[in-house]
């Protein structure tokens, strides 16, 4: 069964770095999407992307944050200089089209310290 | 803003009883999400539900769907141990431009022998 696939697993990153979370969505969906989970809470929606730009962004996904699909594979989140509080599950999420299931990646888990 | 409540948050069982967890959501929507996620993973699809009246079955779990109540149950029948996770329903805004997942809070299941 495909799969999305995100690395890495687990990054370790010093307040104020830079980080690039990784994401191989199913190679014929056309919707991106990020999600995180803090620990312990739900997941909260970040970003969802579609024909190479995105389609909506939370409150959450300030100037910090942006998306790029470099390659045509490729779907990353990168966070510009990373908080404390950005430690959480990110997780990355595609689909094939709108009114059909979304599939999620493993995950990533990014610990800010 | 669409709000997705779920309850119970907690939840502990034992085996070979039932139960409902019960997920109201506020808007229109009629295409509604559960997820099961085993402490540390990701997010395994249990059910799509896309139509008023949808009821599917999978085991020992059985969604349903009423849009017109807003509400969606997640019946565990003969719960054994194995079913122990969190459950989260989400619901897909269509409102929004590109679609995206807003999810309850998750309910902590607990299944002891």
């Known amino acids: 069964e495909p799969e999305v696939t995100q690395t890495p697993s687990h990054q370790v990153t010093q307040m104020g770095q830079e980080v690039i979370l990784r994401c191989v969505p199913i190679s014929n969906h056309l919707y991106f999407y990020w999600y995180r989970q803090i620990l312990g809470q739900k997941v909260e929606f970040l970003v969802s992307?579609?024909?190479?730009?995105?389609?909506?962004k939370s409150e959450i996904f300030d100037d910090q944050f942006s998306v790029e699909r470099p390659d045509g594979s490729n779907f990353t989140l990168k966070i510009r200089s990373t908080k404390l509080e950005d430690s959480a599950m990110y997780f990355c999420a595609s689909r094939r089209g709108q009114g059909l299931g979304y599939t999620f990646g493993s995950g990533t888990r990014l610990t800010v310290v | 803003e669409l709000k997705v409540e779920q309850n119970p948050l907690f939840l502990s069982m034992q085996e070979g009883k039932n139960y409902t967890i019960y997920c109201n959501y506020s808007?229109?929507?009629?295409?509604l999400y559960w997820y099961r996620q085993d402490p540390g993973k990701s997010l395994e699809s249990l059910f799509v539900?896309?139509?008023?009246?949808a009821v599917k079955q999978e085991g020992r779990l059985m969604a349903s769907l009423d849009t017109k109540a807003r509400l969606s149950t997640l019946h565990i029948t003969a719960a054994v141990h194995d079913l122990s996770a969190t459950y989260f329903c989400?619901?897909?805004?269509?409102?929004?431009?590109?679609?995206?997942?807003?999810f309850g809070e998750g309910t902590q299941l607990t299944v002891n022998p």
């Open positions: 989400a619901v897909d805004d269509t409102e929004t431009s590109g679609s995206r997942l807003t």
């Open positions: 992307f579609y024909n190479n730009e995105i389609s909506e």
């Open positions: 539900l896309l139509s008023n009246g």
């Open positions: 808007t229109t929507s009629d295409r």
